[in-house]
Structures are given as structure tokens and as C-alpha cells.
């Protein structure tokens, strides 16, 4: 019984929400296993739009187990918020259908306002571009071993001694940044108000998982953001706080690296990136703007315009590697259409060589120049193709270019954002 991870191959933003719907009616459980709620997943089902931040895809299809695992950073607040949203869409949810990991560090009010306070006194070239949503300094509570997890809001004792340690590392932080010390008492009070409407969810969801696994149930892990925002392999520093790639799967859910049999990358088929750091195949012209008109490029969460550029396999070649990606799921080829010619970056130029891969270090990154391969373009319309037959074959050989160039199969090709228009070439689930 294949359990099947999916992960953003590009800089997230390729359109996972939607093929995690379409697998998860094939699937059990399934768990959110990084990130936070600087994600954004939207789905559309019928005509209703869905907007998830922190809540894994598939609380909206009835049946399933939503699980939020260890390896996720939680807003409380933001969870209740959102829970309350999407059941006012008539979404059922309660301690049957999602659980949390016990274990699943919390983000606090004081995250955020160090994340956005540190990138508004960033200097030139040093700002991220974050959501501003704490992501980052609750990652580093978290290894810092001073963060306050799920389990801890059940007993207050310990509730106090962990916030009082997160405080002790905090207050001279902010007092360096210019931000009064963290109102401990009131801190407190909001968390213990708040403990009530988590903890019925909180699970040892490693042991549950394990027990799902032994009863020959599927999962499908749902990745957030976009394996070149990998905090190892993403273009470092601009990059999310977390593992992305899909080796984290397993860890961040507390099960081994057998419980993943299937990878599927998810390929947007031309290029986009929020927030700041390189692009090598950014369109700063007309070219750009028009992908990303067509293509609604604006983040879900922060509303902000996503940078548009060509495809670059070189570097999807490199996340499909180290995510050992098995298939790829394309997305958006309709934004393609009606483009004379269309062009792919196979690899840069640095200092007269080809290299085929974009180097680690910034300042070698910063002299590469990409290599482009130009193809055909098509004048007819793919959106909504739920066949090959019905796909320009000018729109069929930029899709087998891709997959040559990347060095992997696509499994499935997305042609709108409604479920119904995709086409399968191989179940992942079956594989
Ligand atoms: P953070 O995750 O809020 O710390 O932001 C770090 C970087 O990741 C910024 O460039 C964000 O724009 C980017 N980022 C975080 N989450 C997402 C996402 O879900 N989609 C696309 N980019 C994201």
C-alpha cells in the first residue's frame, strides 16, 4: 500500500492544494509534516473556494484523518481562527477528523513581532521577505530548546516554566530591538484560554500513524512552500525555516523512512517567487508580467505580486534529486497558451563554462547567467484538458521536453483549478 509524499519543487506556489485534494480521495490520512501557516493552499471544489493556512488539504473531504505533525510550527490562535472559517463553509472538523502532534512546537505572539520586526530593520540585500508570521523564530525556539509545544498547554506548571525560559531568551532580544519586554502574566492567560480549544485534538500521532500503517491505510503527506526554500538545500538565507524537501516527511510526523514509498513533485511550468533572493530566470519585462496577469500570481497569504520568470529545469532537475521525486504533477501549462515561443533554462553560464547545476555559494550564483533552449509555442487552449488528445502538440512536446530535461516522468498534468481537469498518466498511490 503506497503512502505518497507531495512537495513544491520550485519556490512554492505551483498549485499543490489543488493535486492534494485529487490524491487525498485516494488516501486515509492525511498529515502536514512542515511549515506553518506562512502557507496558503487554496481549493476550489465545486465552484466553493477554500482558503487553508495551517490545516492540512484534507479536512474538507469527509472521512479522512488531518494530521498536523511534529515537524509543523502552530499558531494557535490563527488554528481556532481558521477551524471557525472553514466550518462556517459548512466543513465538519472535530477530534475524529484532525489531530495534532503533541509534540508540535507552538508559535507565539512574540514570534511574529520579531520576525517583522527584524526584517523591517534589515538592511538592503539582507531582507528575506518573510510572511511575517513567525515562522522563523519559532524554528529557532524550537532547536533553541526553549519553545512551548501542544502537550505543554495541559499542565499550567509547566506552561509557566516554559514560557518563563522562552522569556528569559526573548525580553534582552527585544530590548536590543527596541520593543518592550513580553507582558508575561497577560501571555499566559491568553495561552491558558486558548489550551481548551487545542488540546482535544492533541495526539501521540506517531503511535496513531504507526497503527494506521499496520492497518493497511494510505497516507499522504502534504508539504508546504517549495523545495528551494529548503532551509539546507534552498537558496540560503532567502529561504523558509524548514526542511521542505520530502525526506522530512517522515520525521516530521515521527515515522520511519520506509513509511514513503511515493514522491511527487509539484512543477509549476514556468517560474514564480514571493518574498526576496535569486532568480536567475526572472522576466523583469512584458513576458513577465503577462505570466504572471494570466497566471493570478499574487500570494494568498501576504497578497503580495509573485516575480514571474521561464522554466528552469536546471533547478528543477535539482529539486526532483533531492527529494528523490519518483513523478511530477505540472501545473498552470494553460498560462503557456498563446505564447509564440517559449523558452527553458537548461543550466548557466558561469565565468565561460556551463554548469548544470546552480551553485551554493551567493556570490557564484550571482555570476550565472542562465542558458535557454527555446520551443514552439501554441495558439489553442489547454485549460481544462482532460486528455493528451486534447493538447496542442506543440503543448506536448514542451511538457516531454521538461521531463527529459529534469530527468523524471509527469505523473499527473493539472490543466485548470478545478479537481476534474487533470489528466493521470500514473496513480502515484498504485505505483
Ligand atoms: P517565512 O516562511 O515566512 O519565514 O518566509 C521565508 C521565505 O519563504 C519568504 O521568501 C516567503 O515569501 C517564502 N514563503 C513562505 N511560505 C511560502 C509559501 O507558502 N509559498 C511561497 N513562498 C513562501
Redo the contacts with the bound molecule.
Keep these: 500500500m503506497a503512502n505518497v509524499v507531495v512537495v513544491g519543487a520550485q519556490?512554492?506556489?505551483e498549485g499543490k492544494g489543488k493535486l492534494v485534494d485529487w490524491l487525498s480521495e485516494r488516501a486515509d490520512v492525511i498529515a502536514r509534516f512542515q511549515?506553518g501557516h506562512?502557507?496558503?493552499h487554496t481549493l476550489v471544489i465545486g465552484g466553493q473556494v477554500y482558503k487553508l493556512n495551517a490545516l492540512p488539504s484534507g479536512v474538507v473531504r469527509g472521512g479522512k484523518l488531518s494530521v498536523i505533525g511534529n515537524g509543523v510550527v502552530l499558531d494557535p490562535w490563527h488554528l481556532v481562527n481558521e477551524i471557525a472559517k472553514i466550518r462556517e463553509q459548512g466543513v465538519e472538523i472535530s477530534p475524529e477528523t484532525l489531530m495534532i502532534a503533541e509534540n508540535t512546537p507552538l508559535i507565539l505572539p512574540f514570534h511574529g513581532e520579531l520576525d517583522r520586526a527584524r526584517e523591517e530593520a534589515a538592511s538592503k540585500g539582507t531582507k528575506?521577505?518573510?510572511?511575517?508570521?513567525g515562522?522563523?523564530p519559532a524554528y529557532e525556539d524550537k532547536v533553541g530548546r526553549r519553545c512551548v509545544r501542544v502537550a505543554d498547554l495541559a499542565d499550567e506548571a509547566t506552561l509557566i516554566a516554559r514560557v518563563d525560559r522562552a522569556l528569559q531568551h526573548h525580553d534582552p532580544l527585544r530590548k536590543g530591538l527596541g520593543i518592550e519586554p513580553i507582558d508575561r502574566t497577560a501571555l499566559i492567560e491568553k495561552l491558558k484560554e486558548i489550551a481548551p480549544q487545542i488540546l482535544p485534538f492533541a495526539a501521540p500521532v506517531w503511535k496513531v500513524l504507526t497503527e494506521k500503517r499496520k492497518a493497511g491505510k494510505r497516507i499522504l503527506f502534504e508539504g508546504?512552500?517549495?523545495a528551494l526554500?529548503d532551509i539546507d538545500f534552498g537558496t540560503y538565507p532567502?529561504?523558509?525555516?524548514s526542511n521542505v524537501i520530502a525526506g522530512q516527511a517522515a520525521t516530521g510526523v515521527g515515522l520511519g523512512p520506509n513509511a514513503v514509498d511515493y514522491v511527487l513533485g509539484i512543477v509549476k511550468a514556468y517560474t514564480t517567487r514571493?518574498?526576496?533572493?535569486p532568480f536567475p530566470t526572472e522576466l523583469d519585462d512584458e513576458t513577465g508580467n503577462r505570466l504572471g496577469t494570466r497566471g493570478h500570481e499574487f500570494g494568498t497569504?501576504t497578497g503580495r505580486k509573485r516575480r514571474c520568470g521561464w522554466f528552469d529545469a536546471a533547478l528543477v532537475r535539482q529539486t526532483a534529486a533531492t527529494s528523490g521525486m519518483k513523478g511530477i504533477a505540472l501545473t498552470k501549462l494553460d498560462v503557456l497558451d498563446g505564447f509564440e515561443t517559449l523558452k527553458i533554462c537548461t543550466g548557466y553560464e558561469l565565468d565561460g563554462e556551463v554548469v548544470d547545476y546552480l551553485p551554493t555559494a551567493a556570490e557564484a550564483q550571482a555570476r550565472c547567467t542562465p542558458v535557454y533552449e527555446e520551443l514552439e509555442g501554441w495558439s489553442e487552449s489547454t485549460e481544462g484538458a482532460r486528455s493528451w488528445a486534447e493538447l496542442p502538440a506543440a503543448a506536448i512536446k514542451y511538457v516531454r521536453r521538461i521531463e527529459e530535461l529534469i530527468d523524471c516522468p509527469v505523473a499527473l498534468l493539472s490543466t485548470s483549478p478545478e479537481r476534474d481537469d487533470t489528466i493521470l498518466v500514473t496513480d502515484p498511490f498504485a505505483d
Aim: charged share 10%; no cysteine.
Design positions: 519556490w512554492g506556489d511549515g506562512n502557507a496558503g528575506i521577505g518573510t510572511t511575517g508570521r515562522i522563523g508546504a512552500q517549495g526554500l532567502f529561504v523558509t525555516s514571493v518574498g526576496e533572493g497569504v
